[in-house]
Each structure stands twice: as structure tokens, then as C-alpha cells.
């Protein structure tokens, strides 16, 4: 770590206000919550929210030229932190809005599911701002146990209790794995910062067999934080437990911050053992592709359906990474980006239809749904056509680009793989399309949700079409992060 110096702490201040600003808004909105009751937390969500986009202007207002590093190496921002720290707090902000009459209908409307979405959040900024192996666990680690917390959420439930427990031991021991492999790091480069790190790497410690076991125990945590197969095991069982307010949060902004993860510690601080990290995440990615396809096939929960095509995307964008390129890296933090946007809109349908009582995540829901609310039929099949990857929707551009990536470094046989599985893919989406058009109504209740959900919820759904039909703007804002 370089030595102490007050210029530069200040400096640090100044390009950390927006974490530091959100933070003082978490502290603050908890003091807040225990002076209200029950009938005004809707209060704490609303001063959430507008905390959340109040640091997404901050952030986005950052003048950010190349790569800054400050307070003693521990934080730096570059145009990557900057664009997903501002998708990460949107992404968020609509997670609260998407909530709000969820739990409201629950009677479990309470301001810990703000304040520990906020902090999660908060965890989720440092980690993508990360300079150092310090500063990247203790981001990891803030986001996670504001999420372990976050299943356990609603107390009256065994299933989401059990959940929880299940995702604190496996995500502890990932933690624990991911933490031995930057302890070798360590060892082996002598430096905790990410850029001291990479000179190493760079200077002749390639090849060396106590950095390649480093390098695999840090993909291990990788792996298990993105949801990459064999390390998937937690993601069907918890997204399925915890209650669809929490399952959004984690299958969307977790997952920004697991990206920003694997690109600090992957290309930034290791890329000059790239060869070594790209076989492995090869299998990683295969492996995701495959079975996350083809075991969501089977699935008749919509929840756990979009578990298993998580695990399938994640191995797409892994596709991105592996390619250890520009162009790779700018089409996986495309993918990434594109399917938050999807799939917070999949997630925000569930929560739309469900009411006391009644959660909306079987397939079977959504049943006739074009014959209780067209628009609605008409914003969920274009978040389908769009996980499905068909043109002209988002979805077909983020697996193009991978796809290209790979056959841009002659993995011509992870392309067809990609692409084979990719139809595979697009039968349980389009299933989904065929209940809500073609089958008879299983419910005929009138659909709920607030003016501002349905507003926002429908605003997602057709930005998913709008970036495939003019992703131009998507891609520059990428090419830009990662040049």
C-alpha cells in the first residue's frame, strides 16, 4: 500500500462522495424508520429510492478521463466503476419500486428491507470501485451479508429461513475459498493492490505454480458469486425460498457486482496469466451454458426457471471474459447489462400478479394472461423474446457479441455451442409466450400493482426493446468502459 498523504486522502473523499453520501443516506433513513409506524413506512421506501438516484446523479456527474487511484491504492474509479455503479443504483432504485406493493400486500412492509437493500447496495459500489484485495473482499462481503439477511426477511416463512441458511454456509465457504486465493496472491506478488498485482504478473510471476493455485481458488469464488456451474448449487433453491422482493435484488445488482468481481480480478490484476484463467473458465462456461439450459427446461416454477437461466447467461458472459480481449470484455459487460434490464423486468411481472396469498411463480400464472391485461401479456413476452436472444429485441445482441468474441480468438466450437444451446434456451422462454396467449385464463382476478409500478415496470419492458432495435448507445457507454 503507498504511504499515508493528506493531498491524497482528501482526493479520495472527493471521488468517493457518492459511497459516502449513500451511506450517510442508509444511516439516516434507519434513524428515521424507527419514528415511523406501520401505516407511513411507505416513507422509508420512497426516501430510499430517492437516495438511490440522488447517488446515481452523483456518480454520473463524476468527471472521469482514464483510471484514478486514491486513499492509499485501496479505491480507484474508472469508466467501468462509473457506468456500473450508476446501472447498479437504478437497477436498485426500480427494485424498491417493484417491492413496495409487494410487501405492503404481505403485512411485511418494513424499513430493514430498504435499509439493508441500501447498504447492499453501498457494498456493491466499493466492490466496483475496488484498488485493492482489501477493499474488494470488504465490498463482497457488505452486499453479502446484507443479502443473507435479506432471505431470511421475512420471518414467518420456513422455506425462507431455510434458504438463508443454506446461502450464509455455501456463500461463507466461497468467501472463505475466495479469500485463500487472494492470500496466495499475496504471497506469491507481495502486494495487496490490483495494480501493483498485475506488474507483477506481468514482470515474470506467469508461470508460477503458486500463483495457478491462487488463480484457481479465486475463480472458485468467482464462480460461485456470478452462479457459474459446478458452483450453482444455491442459486434455484434460494432464488425459489426467498421472498420475490429479495430474489429480484439478488438476480439483478448482486450480479452487477459479481461482474465488476471477476473483471478487477481477471483482466485488470491478472491479465498476464490470461491463458491459465481462460481454460478454466472454458469448462465454467460450458458447463453454465449447458445444464442451465437444459435442467430449466424442466422446471414448472417460474423462479426457479429463471434460476436455471441465470446460470445459462452467466456462462455467456463468461464467453465474454474468456476471450481476453477488448472486444470480449466490452461485449460481457454488454450481456451483463442488457440481461439485469430483462430480467429485474421478468422478476417485476412475478411481483406484479402476486397478491396476499398468491405469489405468481408457477408457469402455469401465467396462464390467459393476454385475456386479463394485453399490455401486460405484451411486456412479458418481450422480456421472453429477449432472454431468448431473438432479434430485434436486446437479448439477440448480447449473444452475438459474445459470440463473436470467441470466434474472434478461434473458439469456433464454443460458438456452435453457444449457439445450439441458445435454441434449447428459447423453447422454455417461448413456452412461457404460448400460456399467455394460447392457453385459457387459470385466475381471473383483476391485476393489482400501483401507478408507479406499472409506469416503471412497463418503461423496463420496452427499453428492452428500444436497446435491441438502437443498442448503439448501450455499446459506446461499453466501449468507452473498457476500451
Known amino acids: 500500500m503507498n504511504s499515508f498523504s493528506v493531498a491524497d486522502f482528501n482526493a479520495g473523499l472527493d471521488l468517493a462522495t457518492p459511497e459516502i453520501f449513500l451511506a450517510l443516506m442508509a444511516c439516516g433513513i434507519l434513524l428515521l424508520d424507527l419514528l415511523l409506524n406501520d401505516a407511513q413506512r411507505h416513507w422509508t421506501g420512497l426516501l430510499a429510492v430517492a437516495a438511490l438516484l440522488a447517488t446515481a446523479v452523483l456518480s454520473a ?20 466503476a462509473q457506468a456500473l455503479k ?50 474488494l473482499y470488504l465490498g463482497l462481503e457488505l452486499m453479502s451479508l446484507c443479502l443473507y439477511a435479506m432471505v431470511a426477511f421475512d420471518r414467518e416463512s420456513g422455506i425462507a429461513a431455510e434458504s438463508a441458511i443454506k446461502y450464509f454456509v455455501l456463500g461463507s465457504m466461497a468467501s472463505g475459498t475466495l479469500l485463500y486465493g487472494m492470500s496466495i496472491l499475496y504471497g506469491v506478488t507481495g502486494s495487496l493492490e490490483l495494480a501493483a498485482i498485475a506488474n507483477a504478473v506481468h514482470g515474470g510471476f506467469g508461470d508460477n505454480i503458486g500463483l495457478l493455485f491462487g488463480i484457481a481458488f479465486l475463480i472458485v469464488g468467482i464462480g460461485f458469486k456470478l452462479g457459474a456451474v459446478p458452483f450453482h448449487m444455491w442459486i434455484p433453491d434460494v432464488y425459489e425460498g426467498s421472498p420475490t422482493c429479495v430474489t429480484v435484488f439478488i438476480g439483478t445488482a448482486s450480479k452487477l457486482a459479481a461482474f465488476a468481481l471477476a473483471m478487477r480480478l481477471l483482466p485488470e490484476a491478472l491479465a498476464g496469466s490470461q491463458p491459465d484463467w481462460s481454460q478454466m473458465l472454458v469448462v465454467l462456461s460450458v458447463l453454465s451454458i449447458a445444464i442451465g439450459n437444459v435442467v430449466a427446461v424442466a422446471q414448472t416454477n417460474l423462479k426457479r426457471m429463471l434460476a436455471y437461466s441465470t446460470i445459462s447467461h452467466v456462462g455467456y458472459i463468461l464467453l465474454g471474459i474468456l476471450a481476453g480481449t477488448s472486444q470480449g470484455y466490452q461485449a460481457a459487460m454488454f450481456y451483463m447489462v442488457s440481461y439485469v434490464i430483462v430480467a429485474a423486468g421478468a422478476f417485476g411481472m412475478i411481483l406484479l400478479l402476486a397478491r396476499q396469498g398468491f405469489e405468481a411463480d408457477k408457469l402455469v400464472d401465467f396462464k390467459g394472461l393476454n385475456a386479463r391485461s394485453p399490455w401486460f401479456a ?103 468502459a473498457l476500451p
Open 61 to 80: 456527474a463524476q468527471a472521469v478521463s482514464g483510471r484514478v487511484v486514491a486513499l492509499g491504492g485501496l479505491f480507484e474509479l474508472d469508466r467501468m
Open 86 to 135: 450508476v446501472v447498479t443504483l437504478l437497477t436498485v432504485a426500480m427494485v424498491f419500486v417493484y417491492s413496495t406493493d409487494y410487501l405492503r400486500r404481505r403485512a411485511i412492509l418494513k424499513g430493514e428491507y430498504f435499509v439493508l437493500g441500501l447498504f447492499a447496495a453501498l457494498g456493491g459500489m466499493v466492490l466496483i470501485s475496488a484498488g485493492s484485495l482489501i477493499t
Open 378 to 480: 405484451g411486456m412479458m413476452a418481450i422480456l421472453m423474446f429477449s432472454l431468448a436472444g431473438l432479434p430485434p429485441f436486446v437479448g439477440f445482441w448480447a449473444k452475438l457479441g459474445v459470440i463473436q468474441a470467441v470466434l474472434n480468438v478461434s473458439y469456433t466450437w464454443l460458438a456452435v455451442v453457444a449457439v445450439l444451446f441458445s435454441v434449447v434456451g428459447a423453447f422454455y422462454y417461448l413456452r412461457i409466450v404460448k400460456l399467455m396467449y394460447f392457453d385459457d385464463p387459470s385466475d381471473a382476478t383483476v391485476i393489482g400493482g400501483s401507478v408507479l409500478m406499472r409506469a416503471v415496470l412497463s418503461a423496463n419492458a420496452l427499453l428492452a426493446f428500444v436497446l435491441g432495435v438502437a443498442p448503439a448507445a448501450l455499446i459506446a457507454i461499453c466501449q468507452r
